[in-house]
């Protein structure tokens, strides 16, 4: 296959970046409580960061984070790999315009294994979306410790009504 038919990869404006990261890192309050902050966003995948704090332990004895912060994590992430991918097949719209499509982004479904017990000084998440419709976005999303050891993998299914 020639490269003359080849797309150039899509890159993010400064403003869709910062439009974006400020929804996920600020607005959705709950990602402030997980302390969830974004390391990669790229059309085809985004990673994020969660620091390990006290108000995060699920088991006091060893120290494990709570599940719930492992499956909140991957959902939220798996919601911004569905905007990231928004945002770039609608590069011909305004970057004010393509943030607004997220306000009605919602999960349909999330299933979470959990692999192996989440203990560390932080925790990396990864997102990347494997179906793009009209209506519905099909994610798969890792959960990996310090050592990026796998510890958690996640599937999710979102509406963009």
Do not use: C, W
Not at 41 to 63: D, F, K
Request: proline content about 5%.
């Amino acid at each position: 296959m020639s490269g003359a038919h080849a797309k150039p990869p899509v890159v993010f404006e400064p403003e869709f970046v910062t439009g974006l990261r400020k929804i996920f890192e600020e607005m959705i309050v709950f990602n402030q409580t997980l302390g969830l902050k974004i390391r990669t966003l790229e059309p085809e995948q985004v990673a994020g960061r969660i620091t390990m704090r006290p108000e995060l332990v699920g088991h006091y004895s060893y120290n494990r984070v709570h599940g719930g912060v492992i499956s909140a994590g991957l959902d939220a992430m798996g919601g911004l790999a569905v905007m990231a991918a928004i945002g770039a097949r609608h590069m011909d719209e305004p970057p004010e315009q393509r943030l607004h499509r997220f306000a009605k982004l919602g999960t349909i479904d999330l299933r979470v294994d959990y692999l192996r017990p989440g203990v560390g000084e932080y925790f990396d998440l990864h997102a990347n979306v494997m179906r793009l419709g009209s209506r519905v976005a099909s994610t798969r999303m890792e959960f990996r410790g310090a050592d990026g050891k796998l510890l958690s993998t996640g599937a999710g299914v979102y509406i963009m009504a």
